[in-house]
């Protein structure tokens, strides 16, 4: 319950939060509903996008630029690789923070074990790149192997590898993940590991005196316990992954097959402010169902509250 | 031998496996975390003719802070710019930047926890979906509005204020929830306390809530700090000039064009690094902290 005297003077809070409001509208309620408006015009933003279509071509009129979103080869790829992203990156940057937190709880270097994974975080993604590029780097001339991995590989007397411009998409997408993996895993893993500390011990205790495995006391009581933190985690993280950008724009500028959406985006946001917006419209729409989720979750802990 | 210890035999041994087996996973996942942060720390320290060696992850010869001084002003003669100029733009973006989202958030976060009205059901649903949205849906319209402020002669559109408004604006979102949560720690008793001494609004703030924000502030602007610090996208496109471009795309830049050797290239990239890297190392353990308090959890 909130007490009467909190309620007096109705007018001075919103006087500190007016800014804020306004701002909000101005700056995200308004651009985002001019987004939408901007991704049924053509290219300047001037005519309807309808004026795009060539006659005898399939035309969606005023919705052009979501035939090109939906329907171009290239946009299918990246719908293709976002999707492939969510669906070995969320669980592979969740399980293996999942991993570090439950391991290095059992090692006397905890600390530094942690600090060890949580360090890229303070690395930006463009540097991330540029780092994991020379790691990745192929000697396609007939020079010796410079590139870190392919240095290894070839001193163990194997064959380089195209990491990043394979002919075979899958490997170059491969490639991207695990950078993305080693750059959130740290993330994920400070947030479950907190939520491991709120395990009760006494309850780990009966179960290991009992005589279960340790295998058995993760499964049957860690995880259910700390299950809505990994939620929590996993839809951030679904969420960060929707609008992957930095690192496919500064690896390969989705070459190879690596295209993602917000690469898209990007390529067309000068020269053709239309399909930019619409491909921008659909990142939105990607992200609402999360979003939603999100909000329910925070609805419910508010109740709680 | 008693039977006892008999039985205790094999589960020792299996609990021995298990340590090695902890260690190992552990050891492969340190050389994979480590192994891009030793290419990046040797590399830039190496000459260009040791980085051409096919032994390329062994230590460098000696010390050459070469390639750190062509990082950082650049080489005419091969035709790059340093980054000296855009890691000073990226100082005066970030540092004001920081301080005032982190300050506006604390309000925003106090008002909205510590006073009950009508205006938290409007601002919340917006700080919501301010942090969820991708930003690059809201680009070329924030563009066009920067391009149309123009406030006491600052041009907004491609000048360092500009870039500072666009990162404060848009940490609101973020910077008012952590505040919110932490806030919601606080006893309300205390604001009631203060209210029934007599005092208002803003000195409720100023003597109740601000001094027990310590904690809250060090999470909020590391973040900040960290996240302004390493932003690429409303770099690359609220900056379109070279003089006022911060770190990250003049390391992109550095680093996309082919001249430049790699050692240079890691140079710039641990040059880059540096001021998070080292905020991360010295305060990271109260950012782990906070984090775990579960400030970002929401």
Redesign the interface.
Known sequence: MVPKIMKQGTLTPWFYLAAAIIIMFVFIVYPTINTVILSLKDKTGTHSAAVDCTPGEPCWGMFENYRYALTNQDMLQALRNNALWILLTVPGTVGAGLMFAVLTDRVRYEKLAKTIVFLPMAISFVGASIIWRFVYYLEAGGGPQIGVLNAIITALGGQPIAWLTNKSWIVNNISLWVVWIWLWAGFCMTILSAALRGVPTELLEAARVDGATEWQVFWRIMFPIILPTITVVATTMTINVLKVFDIVFVMTNGLNGTEVIANRMFKFIVTNQGRSMAIAVLLIILTIPIMIINVRRFREQEMIR | MTAREHVLRPRISSIRW?RVM??T??IA??I??????Y??IV?GLKSFAE???????YPPSGLHFDSYIKAWFGSEAEGFRGLNVNFMNSVYLTIPATIISAM?GS??GY??T????R??D??F??????M???????????V??LQKINIFGIRLYGSIPGLILTHV??G??IT?LIFRNYY?SVP?EL??AA??DGA??FSVYRHVLFPLSMPGFVVVMIWQF?SI?????FAA?VTSNPEAQP??VG??NL?GSYIVE?NV??A??LI??LP??L???FL?RFF?RG????S???
Request: aromatic share 16%; proline share 5%.
């Open positions: 298990q902890l260690y996973v552990l996942f340190a994979f975390y480590l192994m891009p942060v290419v990046l590399t980085v051409s060696l096919y032994r390329m992850w506006w309000i925003n008002i909205l510590k006073w009950k009205f205006g938290s409007v601002l649903p917006l700080l919501l979906f301010g969820f949205i991708p930003y690059q849906s809201i680009l070329i319209p924030l066009q509005t604006i848009y609101i979102p008012t919601a309300t604001v009631e209210r029934i208002n609004i960290t610090w390493n932003d690429f996208l496109t770190i990250t390391l992109n680093a790699w290239q890691m710039g990239a880059a690094a998070t890297l905020v991360y190392i990271g782990m984090l775990m308090a579960g970002l959890k929401g």
